[in-house]
Structure formats: structure tokens, C-alpha cells
């Protein structure tokens, strides 16, 4: 089901038959993993599986951490460290966390801190565009002119 058409659409590779690409959310990286982030990695590691062990699909998964974010330089700043020290810290617990899970470890791993100028000049183009809007030094997604 496409969550954006709201139907059934056949599920169309880009770069060959058999390869199919992934993006995936990780974890914010501020605090120790949870029941809540288990379960959310079991169930995608689970249709992750099926797509390669059952119907063949070579899965080229990439996974996003967020690295850098308001909680993680709170958390930062109560401890006295550098907010890199914090996320790398947790980030390992986390992929030694989903190996004690037996869930397979992405392809590729990107973190926001190594896109910043990226991920600025992206929300520059929404909110240029008329989505987003800025308030009190935050960015909002406009959702009824997205709708």
C-alpha cells in the first residue's frame, strides 16, 4: 500500500530486478535503546528478510542516525561532554543492542552530523516553497498546505 496514493502499486526496482533500496529511519541517539525501538527494528529487520530470503531482492539498506539534535545537546551539556561523545557512545550500544537481536546491521550508515549544509539548504527549499514556516527558531511543517 502507498501511504501517499492511499493505494495498492506494485512495487517497481530502480536499479535492476533484483535490487531493491532502502532508506530507514535509526534511532536519535541521546539516551539507552528501549522496548519501543526493539520492536520497531525486529518488525523492519522481519520484511527485510522475507524480502531477501523469500523472494530473492538483493536489500541495500541505508540507515540515518540522528547524531546531533536538541535532546542529545542537553543530555551533552548535563554531563559536561561533547555532544559527539554522547551519540557515539549510544549509537554503539544501539547497533550492539540490535546485534544481540540478531538484527542485520544496515549496508549504510549516515549520520545528520555529517549533513548538515545538506539538510539546511532542504529545509530553506521548503519553507522558500510555502511547507514549512519559521517560529521562535524553529522550523513547522505547514500541514494544511500540505494537504
Known amino acids: 500500500m502507498n501511504s501517499l496514493s492511499n493505494k495498492k502499486e506494485l512495487l517497481e526496482l530502480r536499479e535492476g530486478k533484483d535490487i531493491l533500496t ?3 529511519c535509526g534511532p536519535t541517539v541521546y539516551d539507552h535503546s528501549h522496548m ?3 520492536k520497531t527494528y525486529i518488525c523492519f529487520d522481519t520484511i527485510r528478510r522475507i524480502l531477501t530470503d523469500y523472494f530473492g531482492l538483493r536489500v541495500h539498506l541505508c540507515m540515518n542516525i540522528t547524531d546531533i539534535d536538541d535532546k542529545i545537546i542537553m543530555r551533552a551539556n548535563e554531563r559536561g561532554i561533547k555532544f559527539d561523545e554522547i551519540s557515539r557512545a549510544m ?4 547497533f550492539n543492542d540490535c546485534a544481540r537481536l540478531n538484527i542485520r546491521l ?9 549533513y548538515v549544509p545538506e539538510i539546511v539548504e532542504f529545509i530553506e527549499k521548503i519553507i522558500k516553497n510555502g511547507f514549512a514556516y519559521e517560529s521562535a527558531g524553529s522550523v513547522y511543517f505547514d500541514v494544511i498546505k500540505y494537504s
Open 106 to 114: 544496515p549496508n549504510v550508515i549516515t549520520r545528520v552530523s555529517e
Open 22 to 24: 532502502w532508506y530507514m
Open 91 to 94: 549509537e554503539t550500544e544501539f
Open 36 to 38: 519501543g525501538h526493539a
